[in-house]
């Protein structure tokens, strides 16, 4: 392995307005954790499995409130439309490559039913959800290489740490804007005069044609395309949102909805064979199962206050800096039938962005 490629900030790359929570990641909201297991066997196989944990505790007896938005539909997750109906997630989130999808989530039930005999027993079954990205060109799709030990592994090692970004996990087999996509994560935080609340995303980046990038508002993507063939875009993209704002499932699905916003910065138009979907979920307040409660009441924040509005704002920015994370950080990759997927090209990519004015000090 070469040494770890940088991060945007790192090179004076800062996108956006609002501050950078301390890890500038998805685990900045207090409690998430994060985990990776990558596949990487012979010359083939380049795929993995990512989780988003909301909590370290039994999320099947204690759910949050979360929502979700499917921005295409060419897509082939599980589990959300009970999450959708019901406002609620009761799993650890799971992304992976597309055909791994049953056997991801055929992971996550046996750590679900190990985590409660009651499920399937004394009370409901559980809804595992799983979102997926197509990993086919770098990857032996067919071969279905994500095992249940894959799952278990990415458990196991999650962490609220510094999140590993690139072609890791998930990431290790997906394109994005015709070079090596992958994970990336970022965060932003509210001034403490508006509640001081943290916004985390995470991304499994797989979608657009080079022409298409965009950093910062610079065109890099032509600017180093020029005389290269057009290319159809396919591919897709998984958005993950996290915050400890007091939300509703309602208010959740609004800042899905400006997920879309923080993908066309960087040059993604939703092709039509992209499945896009994002999930939100908030860690302020937790759901029991089966409470018997003649009533809840819950917290939640008005949606015509300056924080609701600064929130929309940071999963723009969040989202935009996760996608442009995963390229920065993911290395060249070679894979399935010999195929190879170049890293960025960082020094030509910081030139543009110095001549554009782009780099700065880290807000």
């Given at each position: 392995m070469s040494e770890i490629r940088p991060l945007p900030r790192e090179v004076g790359l800062c996108l956006g307005t609002l501050p950078a929570g301390p890890k500038n990641a998805i685990t900045d909201v207090p409690g998430v954790r994060v985990g990776h297991a990558s596949v990487i066997e012979g010359s083939d196989v380049r795929t993995g499995v990512t989780v988003v944990l909301p909590h370290g505790g039994n999320l099947f007896r204690e759910k949050v409130i979360a929502a979700t938005h499917t921005i295409n539909g060419f897509g082939k997750p599980c589990g959300l439309e009970q999450l959708r109906e019901l406002g609620t997630l009761e799993s650890p989130i799971a992304l992976t490559s597309t055909l791994n999808v049953p056997r991801v989530a055929d992971g996550l039930l046996t750590w679900m039913l190990a985590q409660d005999e009651g499920i399937?027993?004394?009370?409901?079954?559980?809804?595992?959800?799983?979102?997926?990205?197509?990993?086919?060109?770098?990857?032996?799709?067919?071969?279905r290489h994500v095992r249940e030990e894959h799952v278990l592994a990415a458990l196991a090692g999650a962490s609220a740490g510094p999140v590993a970004q690139g072609a890791v996990g998930a990431g290790v087999g997906m394109v994005a804007f015709g070079y090596k996509g992958g994970v990336g994560s970022a965060s932003?935080?509210?001034?403490e005069e508006t509640g001081g609340w943290t916004v985390g995303a995470l991304v499994v980046s797989n979608m657009g044609r080079r022409t298409q990038l965009t950093i910062d508002g610079v065109p890099v993507g032509r600017l180093l395309s020029e005389g290269e063939p057009a290319r159809s875009e396919r591919g897709s993209v998984m958005?993950?949102?996290?915050?400890?704002a007091p939300l509703t499932a309602r208010q959740l699905g609004r800042l899905c909805r400006r997920v879309p916003h923080g993908l066309a910065?960087?040059?993604?138009?939703a092709g039509g064979t992209s499945g896009d979907f994002a999930i939100a979920f908030s860690t302020a307040q937790r759901i029991p199962h089966d409470s018997g409660?003649?009533?809840?009441?819950?917290?939640?924040?008005?949606d015509d206050g300056r924080a609701f509005d600064l929130l929309l704002l940071a999963?723009?920015?969040?989202?935009?800096?996760?996608?442009?994370?995963?390229?920065?950080?993911?290395?060249?990759?070679?894979?399935?039938?010999?195929?190879t997927v170049p890293a960025l090209p960082l020094p030509a990519v910081l030139a543009l962005l110095e001549r554009f004015g782009r780099l700065r000090l880290a807000l």
């Open positions: 399937a027993r004394t009370t409901s079954t559980v809804n595992v959800v799983v979102g997926e990205c197509n990993d086919g060109y770098l990857n032996d799709a067919r071969g932003r935080r509210l001034p958005v993950i949102l996290a915050t400890d910065r960087t040059g993604s138009t409660a003649p009533e809840l009441v819950l917290r939640c924040l008005p999963v723009v920015e969040a989202v935009e800096e996760a996608v442009i994370a995963s390229l920065f950080r993911a290395e060249t990759v070679t894979g399935y039938a010999g195929r």
